[in-house]
């Protein structure tokens, strides 16, 4: 297993480029298939989710032809919509369950594992089941696979209960087939559901109304390929925002969408740090000392909860008590105790982190508890005195490209050890 060593201290400084967004890019992977055809789909990140849904989507009959950041996806041939040979595979991912949607919506049926994914909370999909049953599937259940058959798919009014991206994306690819008009209010907002949503209308599909919390989708029957570049990843960039902001540095975040930061360059202000805007990108310059604030999780265009743990970091060091709720997942404080071990003052009461700023954190051995809270441990290693050896790093390569050699680019000491 291999480990990041980090040496602290090192502000970062220079540019970099943001590649394109995960939980984008594992949606429009799959929505591939609705097309029966060639889809280009560029600016792809090299990250270890992605990998593992290009060779399930291989297994199942898609022939994909990689290179750079580009991704070639045919899927004229016929896909194969029984997956209960991949459960491992599947059931280690969280993405795996777009294959449902796209599943039933070009064949009337499919089998699907459960999906895994982070170990945050309870993480249950009875929101996708219930649009799909909407829209007329009959499901079952049955030894960790999701059975799903329908005569025909018929548009509907789908009320999400709760805001869920996974729910959104799932049911907008099941709709963009059926007969008639689909629904679905109290839809989440994030960009990525934008994103998928465009793909789907370059593929012939018609979805109306994405980024807003009522989705319109006419359903079709003849979709095709197309071309498509995939936006880039809010999460990471505001990663690199809160590194810089950690470490002191001055950075230039480029190939960004400003306006998809806005909650988060708003609690960044409020801390001291200085934020400037251009069209595609974003300057972070940190400030000593930063200021105690309060933050709560909320679907987009709240706080994102996948930037919860970073954030945390940089609230170990300043000057005051800070708050986060976590709204979105009732476990995601694991990561806590490892802050701990490096001398942060943190009191979690339910969803509620209190933070009392210490003057710095100190590196010792520590673990990425899941993919963001590993991201989190990089910063916290980043702005530490002495050395932290993070483990569990295979986490963290699930989802940020060129993680390592782009912080060093920037001027921090990390390296990757197998111990
Ligand atoms: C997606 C992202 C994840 C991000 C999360 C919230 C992907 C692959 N993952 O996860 O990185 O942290 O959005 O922005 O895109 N819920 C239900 N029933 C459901 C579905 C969800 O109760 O059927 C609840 C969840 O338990 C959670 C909330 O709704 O409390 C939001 O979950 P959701 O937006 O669906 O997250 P994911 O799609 O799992």
Redesign the pocket.
């Known amino acids: 297993m291999e480990v990041f060593v980090i040496e602290g201290g090192h502000p970062l400084n220079g540019e970099v480029c943001i590649s394109g967004a995960k939980?984008a890019v594992?949606g429009l992977i799959p929505a591939a298939i609705l097309s029966g055809g060639s889809c280009k789909i560029e600016n792809v990140p090299h990250i270890n989710d992605v990998n593992k849904l290009i060779d399930i989507l291989e297994k199942i009959g898609a022939e994909i032809y990689k290179e750079e950041n580009t991704l070639i996806i045919d899927t004229s041939r016929h896909i194969a919509h029984d997956c209960s040979d991949f459960q491992e595979e599947m059931g280690k991912m969280?993405?795996s369950y777009y294959l449902l949607g796209a599943l039933l919506g070009r064949y009337r049926q499919a089998v699907v594992p459960l999906p895994g994914?982070c170990n945050i909370?309870?993480?249950?999909?009875?929101?996708?089941i219930k649009g799909f049953e909407a829209l007329g599937a009959n499901i079952k259940i049955e030894h960790g696979l999701v059975k799903m058959e329908a005569d025909r798919l018929i548009g509907a009014n789908i009320y999400l209960d709760?805001?869920?991206?996974?729910?959104t994306i799932n049911i907008m690819l099941a709709a963009v087939c059926a007969e008639g008009t689909t629904i679905i209010e109290n839809a989440?907002k994030?960009p990525?559901i934008v994103d998928v949503a465009n793909f789907l209308n370059l593929m012939g599909g018609s979805v109306r109304g994405a980024g807003t919390d009522t989705i319109r989708i006419k359903g079709t029957q003849g979709m095709y390929g197309c071309e498509y570049s995939v936006i880039p990843d809010q999460i990471t960039t505001g990663t690199y925002m809160i590194a810089a902001a950690a470490t002191g540095g001055n950075v230039l975040i480029k190939k960004a969408i400003p306006k998809h930061m806005e909650a988060v360059s708003a609690k960044l202000r409020e801390m001291g740090v200085i934020i400037e805007e251009s069209v595609d990108s974003l300057r972070v310059i940190g400030k000593r000392p930063l200021k105690a604030v309060r933050v709560k999780t909320l679907?987009y265009p709240g706080f994102?909860?996948?930037l919860q743990q970073p954030m945390a970091v940089l609230m170990t060091v300043a000057s005051g008590n800070s708050t986060i709720t976590e709204t979105?997942?009732e476990n995601r404080f694991k990561y806590i105790d490892e802050l701990r071990k490096m001398g942060a003052d943190v009191v979690i009461n339910g969803r509620v982190a209190s933070i009392t700023g210490v003057e710095k954190l100190s590196g010792t051995k520590i673990a990425a508890t899941d993919l963001r809270a590993g991201a989190a441990m990089v910063v916290a290693g980043l702005m530490a005195d002495g050395e932290t050896r993070i483990s569990n790093i295979e986490h963290i390569d699930r989802g940020y490209e060129n993680f390592e050699s782009n912080i060093r680019e920037l001027g921090g000491i990390i390296r990757r050890e197998t111990p």
């Open positions: 939980n594992l969280r993405a994914g909370g309870d993480r249950p999909i009875d929101q996708h709760v805001v869920s991206v996974g729910a989440a994030e990525h679907p994102p909860t996948d979105i997942f």
